[in-house]
């Protein structure tokens, strides 16, 4: 007979959580190592007594929103290259509902989060519980099924002995590059007490092996077949090359056959900005240098990226009319994108073994000056963009859609300087080297993607697959978790921190030296250039007080300085770029979290470069300017790849 011992469901979930590992490249990592929770009704008593009782070696954190500390945990995920997690728990209700935008965000950029949401009791006896959803037409369903469509596992377990097959088929999913991201097993707070004989076997250590799968032999020679004949080719580097560490492989097949690279938000410091065929991003967000060269390029290699409407500029980039594409993706649904001819395997040992076969061909692309003649010209409006400065009345922001009154009120207001693309080569200019840059939702990815520079593989974490607001302030924890000896900085807009900063107090709690920049700008910039620049007037999108039908009167200013002050926080207010300087460096002195309040005049973004977004553009309108934005959209629309 098996030896087995008499646990709580929640006491075997914490005992199987804390001997789990993984196994790459002959290195073995703990995946589990902290457990994140927000006790409620749900949880406290069950989970709770769990962690309280017996954590084992896992350390317990304390979030202060659901979706807050799931952001944490991706952030600490994708910081790891996908080799670690921080599992998290919330009571029933509105504590779970709460999960469901993290897991979404996780689930879209193939990043691990295992959540476990309280559920209603098994039993139904106390029906309706508190915070219990109640539907009528079935009472199966509880706030818990909403995670369904947002996780690549679900599971509810209504009975003790349910715990293991659950749990197991969890970490398959959790660590499986191929399929990974969110993974949710809901908890009947009832059953979470109640006691089961488990094998003492299913506690043992388990290490979960990574591999590398390379391609099929007959997908690399069809790969190989159409690039021996292109003369432009062109890689997008996507996510999948930053989680299979395979930048440097990447940088060499490229430096060999003489292939410019471009990369998506996701792949965006897999390789090293500096290396003589990187063009910066690509895209709805790229640089001039990627785009340009995009137009021409007869076939597109795109290693590890997801190809999404903003990697593609909506599928339309690429004007070559007889452009190929070639995928090389260990997930076959993202390798059958844009009718691709495909390999799916690991980024890396597919790469390699691509290379081998090129080779063998001889292969070079005919590639002269364009990759040079690109990247020198937007060197020179890096230039242009870092000196941007107001010079008073006259001044012209480079967004030309806008209400008159903003950028005069705004200065008026808050006495602020500062121009976005300044300020953010401002801080690449001050800030340490190897230091961690963090933004997500909003014009600061579209300006950060095309204007950061670092040659720190994973030194640019955004996340701009879900696009989701409010990640950037919980993200500089996750961060700070995984890379405890790096300075940290997020880069959030005002709507953003707005949207969600409630695990600043776990920074504060945890003492973890972080920093974070707030660009101030009275409102939500990008959308409001989405808008105006569709002939759409200045509707809901800037922080004004309302008029009894809608927010157009006077901007509102907000001290976010005073914020920051309130939680502990060592804080600045910076209105020029002097003040900004001289600010991150006092803050590379300080010990406890920084909070920087920029004072930044709206509109003064990036825009454009060769790129072209499709939105749901209305097609009748009385508005004369939304009639003419409808026939720039039909044109751009006919031109674009149907699939």
């Known amino acids: 007979m098996n030896k087995t011992t008499r646990m709580t469901t929640a006491q075997a979930i914490v005992r199987f959580l804390d001997n789990q590992y993984v196994l790459m490249d002959g290195v073995e990592t703990k995946f589990v190592e902290s457990f994140f929770t927000i006790f409620g009704h749900g949880i406290a008593v069950g989970l709770g007594e769990a962690l309280d009782s017996d954590p084992g070696s896992l350390k317990v954190l304390q979030g202060r929103n659901e979706q807050g500390m799931c952001h944490v945990a991706t952030a600490y995920s994708k910081q790891n290259n996908r080799r670690k997690i921080i599992p998290c728990a919330s009571s029933i209700g509105p504590g779970a509902a709460n999960m469901v935008t993290a897991c979404a965000t996780a689930t879209v950029n193939n990043i ?95 290490v979960h092996r990574i591999t590398r799968p390379v391609a099929a032999p007959e997908e690399l020679d069809d790969l190989a077949e159409i690039i021996k004949d292109a003369k432009k080719p062109l890689v997008i580097v996507g996510g999948g090359v930053r989680y299979s560490e395979a930048g440097e492989t990447v940088e060499k097949f490229c430096a060999e056959f003489k292939i410019p690279f471009g990369e998506s938000q996701g792949g965006k410091s ?57 995928t090389i993706n260990n997930c076959r649904y993202h390798a059958y994108k844009l009718d691709a001819v495909k390999a799916v395997g690991d980024a890396k040992a597919t790469v390699e073994a691509l290379s081998e076969r090129l080779r063998k061909l001889d292969y070079q692309s005919s590639y002269t000056n364009e990759i040079v003649d690109a990247k020198a010209k937007w060197d020179a409006e890096m230039q242009h963009l870092g000196n941007i400065e107001y010079t008073g009345d006259d001044f012209e922001p480079m967004i030309k859609a806008r209400d008159p009154r903003t950028v005069p009120e705004f200065v008026e207001l808050t006495d602020g300087k500062i121009t976005q693309t300044a300020a953010l080569y401002t801080i690449r200019e001050v800030i340490d080297e190897n230091a961690t840059l963090i933004t997500a939702g ?119 300085a005073k914020i920051g002050e309130g939680y502990g926080l060592k804080t600045y207010t910076c209105k020029t770029i002097a003040e900004l300087k001289e600010a991150l460096e006092d803050a590379k002195k300080q010990e406890i979290a ?42 751009a629309r006919e031109e674009a790849r149907a699939y």
């Open 112 to 206: 691990p989060l295992l959540v476990f949401p309280a559920d209603t009791f098994a039993s139904r006896q106390p029906d309706p519980v508190l915070q219990q959803l109640e539907q009528s037409n079935s009472l199966a369903t509880t706030t818990n099924d909403t995670f369904k469509p947002v996780c690549k596992y679900w599971d509810r377990v209504s009975r003790p002995e349910m715990l293991m097959s659950a749990l197991i088929n969890a970490m398959r999913v959790l660590t499986d590059p191929a399929e990974t991201g969110a993974c949710c097993i809901a908890l009947p707070q009832d059953v979470e007490g109640e006691a089961f004989d488990f094998p003492d076997y299913f506690f043992k250590k388990r």
């Open 442 to 560: 909003g014009s600061l990815p579209s300006c950060l993607q095309r204007m950061w520079t670092t040659d720190k593989r994973g030194g640019y974490h955004a996340e701009y697959g879900y696009s989701c607001m409010g990640y950037e302030v919980a993200a500089a924890l996750g961060v700070k978790f995984a890379q405890p000896n790096d300075e940290v900085y997020a880069v959030v807009g005002d709507s953003s921190f707005q949207m969600l900063h409630s695990e600043i107090m776990t920074i504060m709690q945890e003492r973890q030296k972080v920093n974070i920049l707030i660009f101030d700008n009275c409102g939500f910039g990008c959308i409001n250039n989405l808008e105006m620049t569709h002939g759409i007037g200045s509707l809901a999108t800037e922080f004004r007080y309302t008029d009894g039908k809608k927010p157009c009167g006077d901007l509102i200013p907000v001290d976010y």
């Open 594 to 635: 920084c909070l920087f309040d920029l004072k930044v005049i709206p509109k003064t973004m990036t825009d454009g470069y060769e790129s072209w977004w499709n939105v749901g553009q209305a097609q009748v309108s009385g508005k004369k300017s939304v009639v003419e934005a409808w026939e720039e959209v039909k044109k």
């Open 270 to 326: 897999a390789c090293k900005s500096s290396d003589p065929y990187c063009l910066g991003g690509i895209g709805v967000t790229g640089t001039y240098a990627s785009n340009i060269i995009a137009k021409d390029a007869d076939v597109v290699i795109a290693i590890g990226s997801r190809l999404s409407d903003f990697t593609t500029s909506s599928k339309h980039l690429f004007r070559n009319p007889q452009v190929q594409f070639v």
